[in-house]
């Protein structure tokens, strides 16, 4: 693998290829990338997850001096099963100007890009350094850029600006709201079908706390800001899935919600969830322990993505706009790890990556060949910026 050359096409099927589903290990790919970096002479560091399964990866190229650019990106995938795919998801295949194949759009494409251009990097006379960093499970709650970003604040000599390269069509976003989710299971107490007033359906109460997320939803979005740059303007709910029960004549035992929700910059991460927890403790609990003692309810955070808020970005904006050509500015509803890496490395930070977002998670998923372009172009004006004093 000693100096590589690939294009930017090419290092794109090689990352596809990859079965990265959040699910399953990253290492292969990450491996790759390590031993594509290590042929060029470019050493990386691993952010391991805690039983090895998985790691994050961050290296240098140019000097090892403050002021630099970093190009972040999650190598994990969402799920293709049950999908109506035409082509094989894991094999990148060019039909009418797209490239289809999971994770060429969320998001391969930005760091595949960045890869292919090593060679270019690595010849141009670097004033200031340009660092990778690739993580893992941010589709499942951005779990891995948390210790990510924390080796790069303490080892990394503090970038001048940070690009999230999640998919944007190379236009620049400066705010995105938080992402918080939960695990709540109810348990009840089993009895027959016929004979309600002996027990409790833990189904029946998940119901009820769906209802209340409901009203909840109603309360948010006729209090929503009337000049948001979000769409939807308010803080948004979704139970994700629903799991319980073992017969149509038994009442439920059990029952587990997956649910969360989508939050603004300027609230609290933590304030929808801690009042959906309260609302559980002190109104629903107690109906089913009246029905029977033995009920229970407990919930538990799964993942916490925090907003990533437009203040403090002036400068990251400025740049990536030069970089990629595009005058456009905006907020995006969905969550990245733009919030988690603006928070610890205190660096500007934008998101701005080729790709439409409307691709990701989908079957079919792909990007347009004229994207890679201008991806690329966004990295040649980015590496001439990094040649200059």
Known sequence: MAGEIVSSVEMLRKLVAFDTTSRFSNLALIEYVQGY?????????????????????FATIGPNVPGGVVL????????????????????????????????????????????????????????????????????????????????????????????????????????????????????????????????????????EFI???????????????????FMPAAATFNVGTIVGGTAGNILARECEVLWGYRELPTRPIEELGERAKKWLKEELLPKMKAKHPAAAIETELRASTPAFSPEGNDDAKALAGSWSGSNTVGAVVYATEAGIFRKVLGVPTVVCGPGDIAQAHQPNEFILASQIDAGEEFMKRMLEWCCRN
């Open 72 to 207: 972040s990106g999650h190598t994990d995938v969402v799920p293709v099963d049950g999908q109506p795919w035409v082509t094989d998801p894991w094999t990148l295949t060019l039909k009418d100007g797209k490239y289809y194949g999971r994770g060429t759009c969320d998001m391969k494409a930005f760091y595949a890009i960045g890869l292919a251009m090593l060679p270019q990097f690595l010849k141009a006379p670097l004033k200031k350094p340009i660092h990778f960093a690739l993580s893992y499970d941010e589709e499942i709650g951005c779990f891995g850029a948390h210790s990510l970003a924390a080796r790069m604040a303490s080892e990394v000599p503090k970038p001048r600006v940070i690009i999230i390269g999640e998919p944007t069509m190379m236009t620049v976003v400066h705010a995105h709201k938080g992402s918080q989710s939960y695990v709540t299971k109810f348990t009840g107490f089993e009895a027959h079908s016929s004979m309600t007033h002996l027990g409790v359906s833990a189904i029946h109460f998940a119901g």
């Open 37 to 57: 970096l290590k042929g060029h002479g470019i050493d990386s560091k691993l952010v391991p997850n805690e039983d090895g399964s998985k790691a994050n990866l």
């Open 211 to 229: 209802h209340y997320l409901n009203t909840v939803q109603e309360e948010l979005e006729a209090a929503a800001p009337k000049n948001s740059e």
